[in-house]
């Protein structure tokens, strides 16, 4: 064993503390007793799911979630769906303003979220869509469509031709072509878009604080705060919550990991 990989070694046991030590804390935390919570320990002084069931049962944590899902999960499936039309005909299809369109996506991305949070406000109340999961969905992809749209357009952009025309050459109609064709060798960027729609919209908060003023379409970003109190915090239902709000992630990354593998597999055969 030499110094260079003993340097190595030390150096990645360093980095995998530096990561997983918050999220540990996040954990041993949550299932410390609810009179330990505060205490600062690398393991629990006592093992207990009160935490937990606390957050669920006091907290109502479990409309907050419900709500998390159906917004994320919507925003997921319709930002695909757009992104997906929208990237086809910006890299095959030659139209009027298609320049202008690229370079509009491309301004959207560059203005901060904060200095939409009034007009966005103010058009969502004149529309009536304040205190709506649906409205939130409605801002959400508005900001992952031109993000997804870009990404999506290169992976298109990919794809020979050659491809399509051969498609066209055996009969295949323009639907049949997409799905058969152009859908499979697309897909890994469709997923890695998803991921990118998913992550915003579970973790966004100042447009559901601003847009919600009903308890029951809390999303669980804005639920954590009430355990923010202005004299002390309880610590064990914030991290219990924080446990909560990372499984769907953690899930959701997994699941489109893999599926991003096959994707990169099966469109390098199908290529």
Same mark, same amino acid.
């Given at each position: 064993?030499?110094?260079?990989?003993? =340097? @190595?070694?030390?150096?990645?046991?360093?980095?995998?503390?530096?990561?997983?030590?918050?999220?540990? +804390?996040?954990?041993? *935390?949550?299932?410390?007793?609810?009179?330990? /919570?505060?205490?600062?320990?690398?393991?629990?002084?006592?093992?207990? #799911?009160?935490?937990?069931?606390?957050?669920?049962?006091?907290?109502?944590?479990?409309?907050?979630?419900?709500?998390?899902?159906?917004? /994320?999960? /919507?925003?997921?499936?319709?930002?695909?769906?757009?992104?997906?039309?929208?990237?086809?005909?910006?890299?095959?299809?030659?139209?009027?303003?298609?320049?202008? !369109?690229?370079? +509009?996506?491309?301004?959207?991305?560059?203005?901060?979220?904060?200095?939409?949070? %009034?007009?966005?406000?103010?058009?969502?109340?004149?529309?009536?869509?304040?205190?709506?999961? +649906?409205?939130? &969905? %409605?801002?959400?992809?508005?900001?992952?469509?031109? #993000?997804?749209?870009?990404?999506?357009?290169?992976?298109?952009?990919?794809?020979? &031709?050659?491809?399509?025309?051969?498609?066209? $050459?055996? =009969?295949?109609?323009?639907?049949? +072509?997409?799905?058969?064709?152009?859908?499979?060798? !697309?897909?890994?960027?469709?997923?890695?878009?998803?991921?990118?729609? #998913?992550?915003?919209?579970?973790?966004?908060?100042?447009?559901? $604080?601003?847009?919600?003023?009903?308890?029951?379409?809390? *999303?669980?970003?804005?639920? $954590?705060?009430?355990?923010?109190?202005?004299?002390?915090?309880?610590?064990?239902?914030?991290?219990?919550?924080?446990?909560?709000?990372?499984?769907?992630?953690?899930?959701?990354?997994? %699941?489109?990991? @893999?599926?991003?593998?096959?994707?990169?597999?099966?469109?390098?055969? @199908? =290529?």
């Amino acid at each position: 064993m030499t110094i260079r990989s003993v =340097g @190595k070694g030390v150096g990645v046991a360093a980095v995998l503390a530096f990561t997983l030590l918050p999220v540990w +804390m996040m954990v041993s *935390t949550s299932l410390n007793g609810r009179a330990n /919570a505060g205490s600062r320990t690398l393991w629990p002084d006592s093992w207990t #799911f009160d935490n937990f069931t606390y957050v669920f049962r006091e907290g109502g944590f479990g409309t907050y979630l419900l709500n998390s899902l159906i917004v /994320a999960i /919507a925003t997921v499936i319709i930002s695909a769906a757009l992104a997906m039309l929208a990237a086809v005909a910006v890299a095959r299809f030659r139209f009027r303003f298609r320049t202008s !369109v690229l370079v +509009m996506v491309l301004i959207i991305q560059m203005v901060p979220l904060e200095a939409l949070v %009034i007009p966005l406000f103010v058009q969502a109340r004149n529309l009536g869509m304040l205190n709506s999961l +649906m409205g939130l &969905v %409605i801002v959400y992809l508005a900001f992952s469509l031109p #993000f997804a749209i870009w990404t999506l357009r290169g992976f298109v952009a990919a794809v020979p &031709v050659e491809l399509e025309e051969a498609a066209f $050459l055996d =009969g295949a109609s323009w639907w049949r +072509m997409f799905w058969s064709v152009l859908f499979p060798l !697309v897909a890994p960027g469709l997923v890695a878009t998803s991921v990118f729609s #998913f992550i915003t919209a579970w973790n966004e908060f100042i447009f559901a $604080l601003t847009f919600m003023s009903q308890d029951d379409n809390y *999303t669980v970003a804005v639920g $954590l705060r009430q355990f923010f109190g202005q004299h002390g915090t309880d610590w064990g239902s914030v991290m219990a919550a924080s446990t909560i709000i990372t499984i769907p992630v953690m899930i959701f990354f997994i %699941i489109a990991q @893999k599926r991003l593998t096959d994707g990169l597999v099966a469109g390098a055969v @199908k =290529g």
